[in-house]
């Protein structure tokens, strides 16, 4: 196989691989912030409006 192909399947492949971690990870460190920001707004409601 000639080496030059190799090394641009090898790239591509790469750049999936790449892609589809950091698509989860993202997607992983997003839920987590809405749920960060979910916790702050209900205890900003609960201390402003309950207590």
């Not at 090394?7 to 591509?12: L, P, R, S």
Request: glycine share 2%; hydrophobic share 65%.
């Amino acid at each position: 196989m000639n080496p030059d192909l190799t090394f641009y399947i090898a790239c591509i492949l790469i750049a999936i691989v790449g892609f589809l971690v950091f698509k989860k990870v993202t997607s992983c460190l997003f839920k987590a912030a809405l749920t960060i920001v979910a916790v702050v707004i209900l205890a900003a409601i609960y201390f402003m409006y309950i207590k």
